[in-house]
């Protein structure tokens, strides 16, 4: 259903299920196929991510037999399912997670939080502290993750035709997000983030338009696909 890479790209989580019925159980291998755990067994719909050192990671799940009240816990390699702990726990049974980040350092970590489809928060916590909300979107939407130890976020707030920007943890408030691909006449759909140079998705007269851009900086070069 769903797969992630440790960052030193030993070990992938992955959620796998049966019949269709999207339940998946979490199971962690190496990359060479070798089994290693058969972890949760609430992780449908899941979001994986994994902390520096790849001993533990953080994974969104449900309680057992419901599709309400998704929250995200913590799983240490090597221990039993039952000593996860619970890292965060939306307000709302129906608010879901979606997705989930840790700073390539691991003094940050971040949580998307989705009310439906038009609109969502972002939660931040600093290593070994709460969670606490540091946007809440009112018809608006922020897709935020690390890349690296930068927080970088594919939003629509202030922007209807969307915006890639970088978030400072320290001082998060959206008056202080800094553009890094500012809002244009076309619709910004994708941000694949890299160090300097993000390929992006535009929306024009209905066809894909990618183009590759310096951070923060003009438009570099059109990829025009065959």
Not at 12 to 33: K, M, N
Not at 80 to 109: I, K, R, Y
């Amino acid at each position: 259903d769903w797969y992630r890479p440790s960052s030193d790209g030993e070990l992938v989580a992955a959620g796998i299920s049966t019949g269709g019925e999207e339940r998946s159980v979490i199971h962690v291998t190496r990359v060479d196929g070798t089994p290693l755990e058969l972890l949760s067994p609430h992780g449908q719909w899941g979001e994986a991510e994994f902390e520096p050192g790849c001993t533990s990671f953080l994974y969104t799940a449900f309680p057992e037999g419901a599709f309400y009240g998704q929250h995200v816990r913590r799983l240490r390699l090597g221990r039993p399912v039952a000593e996860d702990e619970v890292v965060f726990t939306p307000a709302e049974p129906t608010e879901m997670v979606e997705p989930v980040s840790v700073s390539a350092g691991g003094d940050w970590s971040s949580i998307c939080v989705a009310r439906g489809w038009g609109e969502n928060s972002l939660w931040l916590a600093r290593h070994g502290q709460p969670f606490r909300e540091v946007f809440r979107g009112r018809e608006e939407t922020v897709q935020a993750w690390f890349s690296g130890d930068r927080l970088v976020a594919l939003t629509n707030a202030g922007a209807p035709n969307w915006r890639f920007v970088e978030i400072d943890p320290e001082n998060p408030s959206r008056e202080r997000w800094k553009d890094l691909v500012a809002e244009a006449e076309h619709v910004l759909l994708d941000v694949a983030a890299s160090s300097d140079r993000p390929p992006l998705q535009h929306l024009v007269h209905a066809a894909s338009w990618v183009s590759v851009h310096d951070l923060p900086g003009p438009c570099i070069v059109i990829v025009h696909p065959p």
